[in-house]
Protein backbone atom coordinates (compact mmCIF):
# COMPACT_ATOMS: atom_id res chain seq x y z
CA UNK A 1 0.00 0.00 0.00
CA UNK A 2 1.26 3.30 -1.00
CA UNK A 3 -0.11 6.82 0.54
CA UNK A 4 -0.03 10.32 -0.57
CA UNK A 5 -1.14 13.33 1.35
CA UNK A 6 -2.24 16.68 -0.22
CA UNK A 7 -0.94 19.22 2.25
CA UNK A 8 0.15 22.73 1.41
CA UNK A 9 -3.00 23.95 -0.10
CA UNK A 10 -2.12 21.53 -3.21
CA UNK A 11 -4.14 19.02 -4.86
CA UNK A 12 -3.00 15.71 -5.68
CA UNK A 13 -4.06 14.26 -8.70
CA UNK A 14 -3.84 11.10 -9.44
CA UNK A 15 -4.62 9.12 -12.74
CA UNK A 16 -6.74 5.97 -13.15
CA UNK A 17 -6.95 5.73 -16.82
CA UNK A 18 -10.18 7.68 -17.71
CA UNK A 19 -11.11 8.51 -13.79
CA UNK A 20 -8.75 10.64 -11.27
CA UNK A 21 -8.66 10.50 -7.26
CA UNK A 22 -7.91 13.60 -6.01
CA UNK A 23 -6.99 14.57 -2.70
CA UNK A 24 -7.46 18.60 -1.05
CA UNK A 25 -5.28 19.86 1.70
CA UNK A 26 -5.45 17.55 4.79
CA UNK A 27 -6.51 14.34 2.31
CA UNK A 28 -4.75 11.60 1.76
CA UNK A 29 -5.11 9.20 -1.23
CA UNK A 30 -4.18 5.42 -0.48
CA UNK A 31 -3.35 2.88 -3.20
CA UNK A 32 -3.90 -1.00 -2.56
CA UNK A 33 -3.65 -3.99 -4.62
CA UNK A 34 -5.96 -6.92 -3.87
CA UNK A 35 -4.83 -9.59 -1.39
CA UNK A 36 -7.01 -12.45 -2.68
CA UNK A 37 -8.65 -12.85 -6.30
CA UNK A 38 -10.45 -15.67 -8.04
CA UNK A 39 -12.93 -16.50 -10.70
CA UNK A 40 -15.50 -18.70 -10.03
CA UNK A 41 -17.46 -20.71 -13.09
CA UNK A 42 -21.10 -22.10 -13.73
CA UNK A 43 -23.36 -23.72 -16.97
CA UNK A 44 -25.00 -20.68 -18.28
CA UNK A 45 -28.15 -22.98 -18.77
CA UNK A 46 -29.78 -25.55 -17.03
CA UNK A 47 -28.82 -28.05 -19.50
CA UNK A 48 -26.70 -31.03 -18.26
CA UNK A 49 -22.61 -30.80 -18.46
CA UNK A 50 -20.00 -32.57 -18.59
CA UNK A 51 -18.04 -30.86 -16.80
CA UNK A 52 -19.28 -30.30 -12.73
CA UNK A 53 -18.56 -26.44 -12.58
CA UNK A 54 -19.13 -26.65 -8.71
CA UNK A 55 -15.72 -27.84 -8.58
CA UNK A 56 -14.28 -25.46 -10.53
CA UNK A 57 -12.13 -22.60 -9.65
CA UNK A 58 -9.13 -20.14 -10.68
CA UNK A 59 -7.45 -18.43 -7.62
CA UNK A 60 -3.68 -18.08 -8.87
CA UNK A 61 -3.86 -17.87 -12.41
CA UNK A 62 -2.78 -14.17 -13.83
CA UNK A 63 -6.27 -13.71 -14.85
CA UNK A 64 -9.46 -13.12 -13.99
CA UNK A 65 -12.54 -13.62 -16.13
CA UNK A 66 -15.64 -12.57 -16.50
CA UNK A 67 -19.02 -13.05 -18.73
CA UNK A 68 -20.02 -15.53 -20.78
CA UNK A 69 -18.15 -17.57 -23.48
CA UNK A 70 -18.89 -19.57 -26.50
CA UNK A 71 -18.65 -23.03 -24.58
CA UNK A 72 -21.83 -21.87 -22.70
CA UNK A 73 -20.34 -21.01 -19.14
CA UNK A 74 -20.41 -18.48 -17.30
CA UNK A 75 -17.79 -16.25 -14.94
CA UNK A 76 -17.70 -14.13 -11.96
CA UNK A 77 -14.76 -12.60 -10.57
CA UNK A 78 -13.74 -11.67 -6.57
CA UNK A 79 -11.40 -9.16 -5.13
CA UNK A 80 -10.60 -8.31 -1.54
CA UNK A 81 -8.29 -5.81 -0.26
CA UNK A 82 -6.61 -5.37 3.30
CA UNK A 83 -7.30 -1.64 4.41
CA UNK A 84 -5.33 -2.35 7.92
CA UNK A 85 -3.15 0.38 6.87
CA UNK A 86 -5.37 2.97 6.85
CA UNK A 87 -5.73 4.80 10.30
CA UNK A 88 -8.69 4.40 12.08
CA UNK A 89 -11.09 6.54 12.62
CA UNK A 90 -11.02 7.99 8.99
CA UNK A 91 -13.44 9.37 7.15
CA UNK A 92 -13.40 7.66 2.92
CA UNK A 93 -13.64 10.71 1.13
CA UNK A 94 -13.71 8.50 -2.08
CA UNK A 95 -13.13 4.89 -3.62
CA UNK A 96 -12.37 3.88 -7.16
CA UNK A 97 -11.50 0.41 -8.75
CA UNK A 98 -9.06 -0.20 -11.74
CA UNK A 99 -8.68 -2.89 -13.67
CA UNK A 100 -6.82 -3.85 -16.76
CA UNK A 101 -8.69 -5.33 -19.61
CA UNK A 102 -6.61 -7.98 -21.98
CA UNK A 103 -9.31 -9.35 -23.64
CA UNK A 104 -12.77 -8.85 -24.67
CA UNK A 105 -15.77 -9.89 -27.15
CA UNK A 106 -18.36 -6.82 -27.11
CA UNK A 107 -19.08 -3.94 -24.84
CA UNK A 108 -21.12 -4.35 -21.75
CA UNK A 109 -21.89 -2.73 -18.46
CA UNK A 110 -19.81 -4.68 -15.71
CA UNK A 111 -20.92 -4.36 -11.86
CA UNK A 112 -19.57 -4.24 -8.70
CA UNK A 113 -21.34 -5.42 -5.87
CA UNK A 114 -20.47 -6.13 -1.98
CA UNK A 115 -20.33 -9.50 -0.82
CA UNK A 116 -21.61 -10.69 2.42
CA UNK A 117 -19.94 -13.70 3.29
CA UNK A 118 -16.19 -14.63 3.37
CA UNK A 119 -14.51 -16.58 1.16
CA UNK A 120 -11.08 -18.37 0.06
CA UNK A 121 -8.49 -18.07 -2.49
CA UNK A 122 -6.42 -21.70 -3.02
CA UNK A 123 -3.95 -23.20 -5.04
CA UNK A 124 -6.38 -23.69 -7.85
CA UNK A 125 -4.25 -22.39 -11.56
CA UNK A 126 -6.85 -22.13 -15.09
CA UNK A 127 -3.83 -20.98 -16.75
CA UNK A 128 -4.76 -19.08 -19.67
CA UNK A 129 -7.96 -20.87 -21.26
CA UNK A 130 -9.76 -19.31 -18.83
CA UNK A 131 -12.30 -22.28 -18.35
CA UNK A 132 -10.21 -22.80 -14.84
CA UNK A 133 -8.75 -25.82 -12.71
CA UNK A 134 -9.93 -28.50 -10.34
CA UNK A 135 -11.12 -26.57 -7.50
CA UNK A 136 -8.65 -27.43 -4.26
CA UNK A 137 -8.86 -26.69 -0.11
CA UNK A 138 -9.12 -23.16 0.20
CA UNK A 139 -10.89 -22.40 -3.14
CA UNK A 140 -13.84 -20.48 -3.67
CA UNK A 141 -16.21 -21.99 -6.52
CA UNK A 142 -19.87 -21.28 -7.81
CA UNK A 143 -21.46 -23.47 -5.15
CA UNK A 144 -18.30 -23.14 -2.01
CA UNK A 145 -17.24 -20.20 -0.44
CA UNK A 146 -14.72 -22.65 1.02
CA UNK A 147 -14.16 -25.76 -1.50
CA UNK A 148 -15.64 -28.82 0.17
CA UNK A 149 -16.52 -27.20 3.69
CA UNK A 150 -19.04 -24.00 3.43
CA UNK A 151 -21.40 -23.43 1.19
CA UNK A 152 -22.48 -19.86 -0.13
CA UNK A 153 -26.17 -19.39 1.08
CA UNK A 154 -27.02 -18.57 -2.33
CA UNK A 155 -25.40 -20.14 -5.62
CA UNK A 156 -22.79 -17.60 -7.08
CA UNK A 157 -21.46 -15.97 -4.08
CA UNK A 158 -23.65 -13.89 -1.51
CA UNK A 159 -23.65 -10.45 -2.14
CA UNK A 160 -25.77 -7.32 -1.93
CA UNK A 161 -28.11 -7.22 -4.54
CA UNK A 162 -27.84 -3.27 -5.28
CA UNK A 163 -24.36 -3.07 -7.31
CA UNK A 164 -22.17 -0.37 -5.71
CA UNK A 165 -20.89 0.86 -9.10
CA UNK A 166 -21.04 0.30 -12.43
CA UNK A 167 -19.15 1.12 -15.63
CA UNK A 168 -19.05 0.63 -19.27
CA UNK A 169 -16.21 -2.08 -20.29
CA UNK A 170 -15.30 -2.23 -23.99
CA UNK A 171 -12.24 -2.95 -26.05
CA UNK A 172 -8.91 -4.23 -24.76
CA UNK A 173 -6.65 -3.83 -24.13
CA UNK A 174 -7.27 -1.03 -22.14
CA UNK A 175 -7.48 -0.21 -18.30
CA UNK A 176 -11.10 0.76 -17.07
CA UNK A 177 -11.70 2.19 -13.87
CA UNK A 178 -15.32 1.94 -11.30
CA UNK A 179 -14.36 5.93 -10.61
CA UNK A 180 -15.98 6.74 -6.91
CA UNK A 181 -19.63 6.33 -6.09
CA UNK A 182 -21.72 6.90 -2.84
CA UNK A 183 -21.84 2.98 -3.00
CA UNK A 184 -18.10 2.17 -3.31
CA UNK A 185 -17.34 5.07 -0.32
CA UNK A 186 -20.27 3.56 1.74
CA UNK A 187 -18.37 0.12 1.09
CA UNK A 188 -15.14 0.82 1.90
CA UNK A 189 -15.80 3.25 5.33
CA UNK A 190 -18.05 -0.02 6.74
CA UNK A 191 -14.96 -1.78 6.26
CA UNK A 192 -12.39 0.79 8.01
CA UNK A 193 -15.40 1.26 10.63
CA UNK A 194 -16.14 -2.92 11.10
CA UNK A 195 -12.67 -5.02 9.52
CA UNK A 196 -14.12 -7.90 9.93
CA UNK A 197 -16.64 -7.64 7.75
CA UNK A 198 -14.40 -6.83 4.82
CA UNK A 199 -14.83 -9.56 2.25
CA UNK A 200 -14.14 -7.64 -0.54
CA UNK A 201 -16.35 -6.98 -3.70
CA UNK A 202 -18.08 -9.29 -6.21
CA UNK A 203 -17.88 -8.43 -10.53
CA UNK A 204 -20.38 -9.71 -12.54
CA UNK A 205 -20.86 -9.02 -16.41
CA UNK A 206 -23.79 -9.88 -18.63
CA UNK A 207 -24.61 -13.33 -18.58
CA UNK A 208 -26.67 -14.39 -21.27
CA UNK A 209 -27.67 -17.78 -21.74
CA UNK A 210 -26.86 -18.22 -25.63
CA UNK A 211 -24.56 -14.65 -26.34
CA UNK A 212 -20.56 -14.42 -25.54
CA UNK A 213 -19.41 -11.73 -23.22
CA UNK A 214 -16.46 -12.88 -22.25
CA UNK A 215 -13.92 -10.63 -20.78
CA UNK A 216 -10.55 -11.35 -19.17
CA UNK A 217 -8.90 -8.79 -16.81
CA UNK A 218 -5.05 -8.93 -15.47
CA UNK A 219 -5.65 -10.86 -11.60
CA UNK A 220 -2.93 -10.24 -8.84
CA UNK A 221 -0.61 -12.23 -10.17
CA UNK A 222 -1.11 -11.07 -13.92
CA UNK A 223 1.13 -8.22 -15.32
CA UNK A 224 -1.10 -5.36 -14.28
CA UNK A 225 -2.61 -5.86 -10.60
CA UNK A 226 -6.07 -4.47 -9.84
CA UNK A 227 -5.59 -0.90 -8.18
CA UNK A 228 -8.39 0.67 -5.25
CA UNK A 229 -7.52 4.04 -4.54
CA UNK A 230 -8.92 5.73 -1.51
CA UNK A 231 -8.94 9.03 -0.43
CA UNK A 232 -9.54 9.61 3.21
CA UNK A 233 -9.69 12.93 5.65
CA UNK A 234 -9.35 12.79 9.68
CA UNK A 235 -12.45 13.47 11.64
CA UNK A 236 -11.65 16.75 12.74
CA UNK A 237 -11.31 16.74 16.77
CA UNK A 238 -13.13 18.15 19.23
CA UNK A 239 -11.45 21.50 19.83
CA UNK A 240 -10.64 22.13 16.52
CA UNK A 241 -14.46 22.53 15.60
CA UNK A 242 -15.10 24.14 19.11
CA UNK A 243 -12.45 26.69 16.95
CA UNK A 244 -13.95 26.33 14.10
CA UNK A 245 -17.83 27.39 15.91
CA UNK A 246 -16.58 30.30 17.90
CA UNK A 247 -14.83 31.75 14.63
CA UNK A 248 -18.09 31.27 12.91
CA UNK A 249 -20.10 33.52 16.31
CA UNK A 250 -17.47 36.14 15.78
CA UNK A 251 -17.78 36.67 12.43
CA UNK A 252 -21.54 36.37 12.61
CA UNK A 253 -21.54 39.51 15.81
CA UNK A 254 -19.12 41.28 13.48
CA UNK A 255 -21.16 41.04 10.19
CA UNK A 256 -24.66 42.32 12.45
CA UNK A 257 -22.44 45.01 14.38
CA UNK A 258 -21.28 46.26 10.79
CA UNK A 259 -25.27 46.40 9.52
CA UNK A 260 -26.44 48.49 13.13
CA UNK A 261 -23.52 50.92 12.39
CA UNK A 262 -24.16 51.50 8.41
Not at 6 to 12: E, I, K, Y
Not at 77 to 82: E, G, I, K, N
Not at 88 to 114: M, N
Not at 158 to 176: C, E, I, K, M
Request: charged share 15%.
Amino acid sequence: MRSMDGRHGLCLLVLLGSGAAQALPGEVVHQFQPVADTTIFANATDAPSVVDWDSVSDSQGGSLWLGTTAGGFVRRALLRFDLGSIPAGQVVVSASLRLFETRSVDDHAVRVHRLLSPWGEGPSNGGSLGSGAPAQAGDTTWRWSSFGVTEWARRGGDFVAQSSAATLVGPAPAAYTWTSTPGLVADVQGWLDRPASNFGWILIGAEPADTRTAKRFDSLQGSVAPQLWVVTSPVPEASTLAMLSAGLLVLLALQRGRRHTA
